[in-house]
């Protein structure tokens, strides 16, 4: 998947705790994209980022959710007071311009106990 | 909101060519094509894309109708590693465009 990189994997928080899911994109690239997928259901979108600049957020849930793309670094999405109906894989991808192609991570799946 | 139409599934017997088909009655002059995939537990994977001619590559071949109201992913010679969600996806490639998924097709392969 041309090099996108998620970690970690796999996290397990339980309820209240905080998640941090990294996302560091294709060298080059400085658009972001992250999604959400439950168990058994389509991908979802949730914000749209460019380097320090949230582009569109329309999909994040307003409360305890956040996300960046600092200058320097991965981008990070922040899920703050977890709870169970936060289950699910989270998919970052990554493109060099507008409109291009998008290359995606393999996923983190957050299990919340 | 996903502004394309595609069957929710098709199977396909092992070595054979797939269509898959995909609606698109209100594409603007500035959308791409693209399809994606995503097999089981994994992300979604580009697969190709394009405006208006047919295109190929090394997975499949895109066919662009005449009024790109429509088009058809091609996989030439199916493996049952090609069973997956197929999404046709629109992109305006003038304005910043978040990706809009929907329910795609579940490609299943029969051995």
């Known amino acids: 998947n041309a090099g996108v990189m998620q970690n970690p994997r796999h996290l397990v928080r339980r309820r209240g705790q905080e998640a941090r899911l990294r996302c560091s994109p294709v060298?080059?690239?400085?658009?972001v994209y992250w999604y959400r997928q439950l168990p058994e259901e389509g991908l979802k979108f949730m914000v749209y980022?460019?380097?320090?600049?949230?582009?569109?957020e329309s999909g994040m849930p307003k409360e305890r959710f956040s996300a960046e793309f600092p200058k320097e670094g991965p981008s990070i999405l922040r899920i703050q007071q977890v709870v169970r109906g936060d289950s699910a894989a989270y998919f970052c991808?990554?493109?060099?311009?507008?409109?291009?192609?998008?290359?995606f991570g393999q996923g983190t799946r957050l299990t919340v106990v | 909101d996903a502004k394309t139409t595609q069957p929710n599934s098709m199977e396909s017997n092992e070595e054979e060519p797939v269509h898959l088909p995909c609606n698109h009655s209100?594409?603007?002059?500035?959308?791409?094509i693209h399809w994606y995939r995503q097999l089981p537990s994994q992300g979604p994977e580009y697969v190709i894309h394009?405006?208006?001619s047919n295109v190929n590559n090394r997975m499949a071949s895109l066919a662009i109708a005449e009024d790109r109201k429509s088009s058809t992913l091609i996989l030439h010679r199916a493996t049952l590693r090609d069973a997956a969600v197929y999404y046709c996806?629109?992109?305006?490639?003038?304005?910043?465009?978040?990706?809009?998924f929907g329910k795609g097709t579940r490609l299943h392969i029969l051995p």
């Open positions: 209100t594409i603007s002059g500035t959308d791409y």
């Open positions: 060298k080059g690239h400085s658009h």
């Open positions: 991808a990554s493109s060099p311009y507008q409109g291009g192609v998008a290359f």
């Open positions: 394009g405006l208006t």
């Open positions: 980022l460019q380097k320090e600049n949230i582009i569109d």
């Open positions: 996806i629109l992109r305006d490639g003038v304005r910043d465009d978040k990706i809009i």
